[in-house]
């Protein structure tokens, strides 16, 4: 049984996106357009840095493309992290290598997820550490 949209509620909650392909891109959009998130779509690691600078940003969870412009995924990993340790970041990839994936996990993503990326592990990881950590937060 595959996950469907209709119980996943992520209202105030702001997913980035950090992705310069467009289809990748509008997918994203279309699968998360009903969840009640708010998807802020950065094309660039560039403006994934200028984005993290502002002090109203408040960011939940990112989906992080390794390969985008300017400044790659592993280097906006690596700068994120220095100050900010708990929010979910996840690196999609089309490299399958050990060495890229170890090297994506050392600087700090919480998985790395190859693509395409279909729509079922989408959801499947918000849920994860959007919803599910939300009840284990609440009975603890």
């Known amino acids: 049984m595959g996950l469907t949209t209709n119980y996943l509620d992520f209202s105030g909650k702001n997913i980035v996106i950090v ?12 699968i998360l357009k009903n969840c009640g998130a708010i998807i802020t779509i950065l094309r660039s690691g560039l403006e994934f840095i200028e984005y993290i600078k502002q002090e109203e940003a408040k960011i939940d969870f990112i989906f992080m493309d390794f390969l985008i412009p300017f400044i790659n995924g592993l280097d906006c990993t690596r700068i994120f992290r220095k100050t900010n340790k708990d929010t979910p970041l996840i690196m999609l ?20 997820v190859l693509k395409p990326i279909y729509c079922e592990k989408l959801l ?17």
């Open 19 to 30: 992705e310069d392909d467009i289809p990748s891109i509008k997918y994203y959009e279309t």
């Open 93 to 112: 990839t089309a490299y399958s290598s050990e060495q890229t994936k170890t090297e994506a996990y050392v600087a700090g993503c919480n998985e790395y």
């Open 124 to 140: 499947f990881l918000l849920d994860k550490y959007l919803i599910q950590q939300v009840h284990v937060t609440i009975r603890n």
